[in-house]
Structure formats: C-alpha cells, structure tokens
C-alpha cells in the first residue's frame, strides 16, 4: 500500500466518523436533555477572561443557532471527505472538530475526539505534500506511532495498578458502565480465573501492540485484535464513536508497517 | 528499510517526548484556555485507575414538602444494536458522567474542604442543571437537592459524600 493510497483511506474513514458523529450532535441539539442542562450562556463563562475576540467567535460559532451551523458544515465536509478526500475538507473537519470540543469544556467524547483530532490533522498535513513526499510520510507516521501510542500507554498505565494486575479491574468497570452489563459478563469477569485472565488479555493486547509497526501480518493480526475490542467496549460502555475514529487510523498503520 | 520510507529521526524524538509525557505525569493544564484545547493532547489513559469514582445523586421534594428517596441521577441506559452507528443519549450520558468528574475534581483541588466554594463555577452551575433535569424525569418535583458520593467496588468501608448541596426550588 503506498503513502497516497493510505492517506485515502484514511480519509475516507475519518469522513465516515465526522457523519456519524454530526448526525448525533444533530439529534442532541434538539433534545430537551441536552439544551436544558448544556445551555451556552452557562458553558461560555469558561471564555472569560480569554481576549473579547474569543468570547465573539464563541458566540456566534456555538450558541443555538451557530451550533447548528458547525454542524451542518462538519457534515458537508465530512461527505466530500468520503467521495474526494482533500486538504481542505480535513482542516474544516478539524477545525470544526476542535471547536464542538470547546464547546463542550474540552471533550465530548474524551478519547474519540482525540483520535479525531489526530487523525485530521495529520492527515490534513499529509495532504499538503506530493504524492510519497517526505511530509505525506510525516503525517503518515506520526497517525501510525500515535495510534500505537495510544495503545501501549493505556497498556503501561493499567499494569501499574493492582486492581489490573489481580484481574478485579473490569469487574469493577462494570458497575458504573453505562449500560447494563449482561449477567453471564459480570459473572465471567468476576470469576476466580476468567477475571484475571481477562484483565491480561487487555494487559497483553495493549502492550504488545508496537509490534504492529515492525510486520505487515503482525499489523493485521493485532488490528483483527483491535476491532472486535472497540466493539466490545461499545457493547459493555457504549463507546460507539471509538470504533470509527481508531479505524481511520489503521490504513496509517498499516502503511507504517509496510514501509518500515 | 528503504531510506526514502525510514522514520523521520525528528518524528522520533517528537513521539518519545509525547510518550514520556503521558506514561510519567498526568500533565494539569494551567489556565482555562488550555484546558478547553485538552483534546488536542490525549494522555491515552483508559480506564487505568479505577479508585472512587464520583457518581451523581439526586432527590426530589414534592409539592407537600415530603422528599423522596436519593437515587443515582444518571440511569443506565437500554442496549441497541443500533447505537453503534447512532448513540446520542449514550454520549450525552458519557458527557454528563464527565462533568461529575470534572466536578469533584474542582472539589478535590480546593485547599480546604469548603463545597461552598464551587458553586460559582461552571462545573457545578451545570451539574445543579442536571440534577434537575433528572429529578423532574421522576415525576411530583417542587424542589431538588443533589450530592456527589465517591464510591468505589473495590474498597471496604462505604462510600463517602463530597459535596450535598442545598435544596434547590425547580
């Protein structure tokens, strides 16, 4: 796969999740739950103290009705991403990206909307150069070592902690997830084996997942790894969004692997 | 390894900074500006330290003065298919449960333990807007009233209430 066909693809992909995710900030706009709780006239307070210019654009960008242009406007980007993948489509996608995350103290979605960001950016600097330039290479790699990255510290992280070490961690993830976790799950997972052997799996998966960048089959055999865990935690915690944004970084990946 | 498709030695030295960086601190941000462009920095910790998790509780008075029962404000949701290519409820779920955490962080970073000090501060103006969202969805409400309690599986010895606000009228 060369350079030019990765960053496609990865295109393409990242415009699938920009859909997916406008379509539901859409809904969300109109939903009582959310305008009677997450009101802009409250969450532009955090704009004081910023120069007034900010305080302007943040207005007219994310208040009621600048809202719902953004998204509008992240939605047609996001469409001509899936047909004709362009520099200009990345940086409004990441501009507009960048700027619901503002409007919602940071993050909506936490961890997606970093892989978000990272993915358009990146591929956004890729976009500017020739096709296998050295900055489309840059953009590529930098996309392939953070997904990696993001793996491998998540992995690093967990292992310091007991409850992961002695397998009660997802057990106990479990009682504050955000849906229901299926008897037999929270049965399995506290178990005197299944639990650690679980919680090792992950431990396992995450840390080893560098290895991604040194074959093109270890790749491919550690991302068939990595999608059925994103579907799993959107079954058990409902991280539906995680699914598309890591997926748009695997082309990247990929061509990280083949290339080195 | 072809020259031309090598690692970039600057790309390097960049990614090594960015993982030291996350493996060894927990980066605070300082000023709100930075801290409304966090996405732009991801510490890819996911679900390391499981600890006492602050969970949002509320309860409501009806029109006679009688409160009702606490219960957890935010309620787990049903599980579709579907959600995974549309889940706004879940995400807004997701948000709201961040916003309870950013919440007991500010409480946890004052000096003293004053709750009263928050309660100024966008954080806690939008979790008393929750809170009384979620308190009207259970029917006769005249008046609510909310606490955050740390509570963890993990540990023995019950869970423990960080902040109970004073009753609000709806």
Redesign the interface.
Known sequence: MGAETALEWVSRLIGVALVLSSIEHLRLSRATSFTGVWAWRIVRRDLEGLPGLFRTAGDRLLGRFGLRWLLYARLLVAGWLIVVPAPVPLAVGFLTTLLLAVRFRGAFNGGSDSMTLIVLGSAFVASLGEPDSTLMKIGLWYLGVQVVASYFIAGVAKIGHRSWRTGRALSAFLTIAVYEPPGWAQRLLSGRFAGPLACWAVLGFELGFPLAMFHPVACLSLIGVAVPFHLANFGLFGLNRFVFAWAAAYPALYWCAVAG | ??A?????LE?IG??AV??AL??FRRVHLPG??L????????????????GR?P?LWVRARDDGGTFGAWSRA?Q????RLT?????????????????VQ?LAREIAALEEPDPDRVTDS??Y??TR??A??CALERGDCAAFQFKIRLE???EAGGAVDVLVSPTYEV
Do not use: K
């Not at chain 2, 031309?4 to 970039?8: C, F, N």
């Not at chain 2, 801290?35 to 499981?50: E, T, V």
């Not at chain 2, 787990?76 to 599980?79: G, L, Q």
């Open positions: 390894m072809p031309g498709d090598a690692i970039p790309l960049f990614c960015v993982a996350a493996l709100r500006g801290y409304l462009l966090r996405a732009l920095l991801p510490s890819w910790r996911f679900f390391d330290d499981f998790a969970v935010l787990r949701r049903p599980r959600h995974l290519l549309s889940n706004p409820e879940v995400n807004l779920q997701l948000l709201n449960g961040s916003l950013q966008v954080a103006t939008l807007r929750l009384r969202e963890s599986p993990l």
